[in-house]
């Protein structure tokens, strides 16, 4: 079964920035304008539901800030040359680092995971930080480089080499250096060494989906950056799903959305507005023979599909036709017009209601009608407006006599073929059985 989700890797990345597929181009030149002009500790918050695509968005953006100028002197991103500008001024005077919360969410304090994340990605430690997290030698490494990097002066702790022995985690080192003001001097120094007159950009990324006592912890840990003049904090997360984590963490009374905001200067909200022409640009829907894409798109209209949502569609679309096509000669009872409304109405909606309205799902699954007779409603004034409608008619059948097509003799056409497809000839037993488990 294909998958058409996109992994987050450099090609994909590459391949969606030269071509727009994931109509990124607007938010992606919000960010670098936002960032460009930036010049104090403020925090940034990209927002957006589950499945939107904050995630490569924010991969993309990264992207850009490594590999602008490289592939921008062969020809290549020209899309972005309205932000140039703004672009090589970042990437002159920024760098770029990305922290996955929900990968390091079984860390026991965020800040140390941070620096060791931070030490982990910086090329000049790159070969000294070779051992697991929390490793007795690793620590040792990480130690080591902080008597060269941080005065002994500005912490209880005497870094020498019996002191270093004696630590062999980092809550150990935590039980030493155990101040809110020791820790923020102690990352200042560290990102002052490595910047060396840059800023940095620090995404924090997946927030949204760590378990509550991490989540919370972290956005406090973030209020040690507020003194980092040289640090922009950019926080991707699904606000609605991190408000409901800190209610779990702190209680249902408290004010999770006066929380958050205190954290926040500036929101990018991603939304589903792109998802129509990522269908028509990524996943082809309109170049598909059997696809039926302008009911399709009445449900995206009707749901509001993320781009995540798009893909699972697609994939149990192409299970279905994959399925029926197997079975094909099995389903010699059908015209070529039912057959054309399996495809191109009833299917569809039907996965559109599993991905979206599982009630009205599991009415399919039971032989029901009033679900699929009430969105039959919201597809008709979709083809109306769009003026779709006319390929409706050549399937079914009307009365010579009947100048004007009521709806509902339309919508019950519909059903009645429905009907004789999904209970009549039992199609359903082992189709819908399929479908069922096949995401």
């Given at each position: 079964?294909?998958?058409?989700?996109?992994?987050?890797?450099?090609?994909?990345?590459?391949?969606?920035?030269?071509?727009?597929?994931?109509?990124?181009?607007?938010?992606?030149?919000?960010?670098?304008?936002?960032?460009?002009?930036?010049?104090?500790?403020?925090?940034?918050?990209?927002?957006?539901?589950?499945?939107?695509?904050?995630?490569?968005?924010?991969?993309?953006?990264?992207?850009?800030?490594?590999?602008?100028?490289?592939?921008?002197?062969?020809?290549?991103?020209?899309?972005?040359?309205?932000?140039?500008?703004?672009?090589?001024?970042?990437?002159?005077?920024?760098?770029?680092?990305?922290?996955?919360?929900?990968?390091?969410?079984?860390?026991?304090?965020?800040?140390?995971?941070?620096?060791?994340?931070?030490?982990?990605?910086?090329?000049?430690?790159?070969?000294?930080?070779?051992?697991?997290?929390?490793?007795?030698?690793?620590?040792?490494?990480?130690?080591?480089?902080?008597?060269?990097?941080?005065?002994?002066?500005?912490?209880?702790?005497?870094?020498?080499?019996?002191?270093?022995?004696?630590?062999?985690?980092?809550?150990?080192?935590?039980?030493?250096?155990?101040?809110?003001?020791?820790?923020?001097?102690?990352?200042?120094?560290?990102?002052?060494?490595?910047?060396?007159?840059?800023?940095?950009?620090?995404?924090?990324?997946?927030?949204?989906?760590?378990?509550?006592?991490?989540?919370?912890?972290?956005?406090?840990?973030?209020?040690?950056?507020?003194?980092?003049?040289?640090?922009?904090?950019?926080?991707?997360?699904?606000?609605?799903?991190?408000?409901?984590?800190?209610?779990?963490?702190?209680?249902?009374?408290?004010?999770?959305?006066?929380?958050?905001?205190?954290?926040?200067?500036?929101?990018?909200?991603?939304?589903?507005?792109?998802?129509?022409?990522?269908c028509k640009k990524f996943l082809d829907f309109?170049?598909?023979?059997?696809?039926?894409?302008?009911?399709?798109?009445?449900?995206?209209?009707?749901?509001?599909?993320?781009?995540?949502?798009?893909?699972?569609?697609?994939?149990?679309?192409?299970?279905?036709?994959?399925?029926?096509?197997?079975?094909?000669?099995?389903?010699?009872?059908?015209?070529?017009?039912?057959?054309?409304?399996?495809?191109?109405?009833?299917?569809?909606?039907?996965?559109?209601?599993?991905?979206?309205?599982?009630?009205?799902?599991?009415?399919?699954?039971?032989?029901?009608?009033?679900?699929?007779k009430e969105v039959l409603i919201d597809v008709?004034?979709?083809?109306?407006?769009?003026?779709?409608?006319?390929?409706?008619?050549?399937?079914?059948?009307?009365?010579?006599?009947?100048?004007?097509?009521?709806?509902?003799?339309?919508?019950?056409?519909?059903?009645?073929?429905?009907?004789?497809?999904?209970?009549?000839?039992?199609?359903?037993?082992?189709?819908?059985?399929?479908?069922?488990?096949?995401?």
């Amino acid at each position: 079964m294909n998958k058409y989700e996109l992994e987050v890797d450099d090609l994909n990345i590459h391949n969606t920035l030269l071509e727009d597929k994931l109509n990124n181009k607007e938010y992606l030149s919000s960010i670098i304008r936002l960032i460009k002009n930036i010049n104090d500790n403020e925090v940034i918050c990209i927002d957006g539901e589950w499945g939107v695509g904050k995630t490569f968005l924010i991969k993309q953006f990264e992207y850009l800030i490594n590999n602008y100028k490289k592939y921008n002197e062969i020809g290549q991103f020209k899309d972005f040359d309205e932000v140039k500008d703004d672009l090589t001024n970042i990437i002159d005077n920024n760098l770029v680092f990305y922290y996955n919360a929900w990968e390091n969410d079984d860390h026991d304090n965020p800040f140390d995971s941070i620096i060791y994340n931070i030490l982990n990605a910086y090329p000049k430690f790159k070969d000294k930080v070779t051992s697991r997290f929390n490793s007795e030698e690793f620590l040792k490494e990480v130690l080591q480089l902080l008597t060269k990097i941080v005065s002994n002066k500005l912490f209880n702790i005497d870094f020498n080499s019996e002191n270093i022995d004696k630590i062999k985690t980092f809550e150990d080192l935590s039980k030493e250096i155990n101040t809110k003001e020791e820790k923020k001097l102690l990352f200042k120094e560290l990102i002052n060494k490595i910047l060396n007159d840059k800023r940095m950009i620090l995404i924090i990324d997946e927030l949204d989906r760590c378990n509550p006592f991490y989540a919370t912890k972290m956005l406090e840990t973030i209020k040690h950056f507020y003194n980092l003049k040289n640090v922009t904090v950019i926080i991707v997360t699904n606000n609605n799903e991190l408000k409901n984590i800190i209610s779990q963490q702190f209680g249902a009374k408290f004010n999770s959305y006066s929380y958050l905001n205190k954290f926040y200067d500036y929101i990018i909200t991603v939304d589903s507005s792109r998802s129509l022409d990522y269908c028509k640009k990524f996943l082809d829907f309109s170049n598909d023979t059997y696809l039926p894409h302008d009911v399709f798109y009445a449900m995206l209209n009707k749901y509001k599909f993320t781009l995540r949502e798009c893909n699972k569609y697609r994939t149990l679309y192409d299970t279905a036709k994959d399925y029926i096509e197997m079975e094909k000669n099995n389903y010699i009872f059908l015209d070529k017009k039912e057959v054309t409304i399996i495809y191109s109405i009833i299917l569809p909606i039907i996965f559109a209601f599993k991905i979206k309205d599982p009630s009205a799902y599991n009415e399919c699954l039971n032989k029901g009608t009033t679900a699929l007779k009430e969105v039959l409603i919201d597809v008709k004034k979709y083809l109306d407006v769009t003026g779709k409608k006319g390929w409706l008619y050549e399937f079914i059948d009307i009365p010579k006599d009947m100048e004007e097509i009521p709806d509902e003799y339309l919508f019950n056409k519909i059903i009645e073929v429905y009907l004789k497809i999904f209970t009549t000839y039992g199609i359903d037993k082992t189709f819908m059985k399929i479908i069922k488990v096949s995401l």
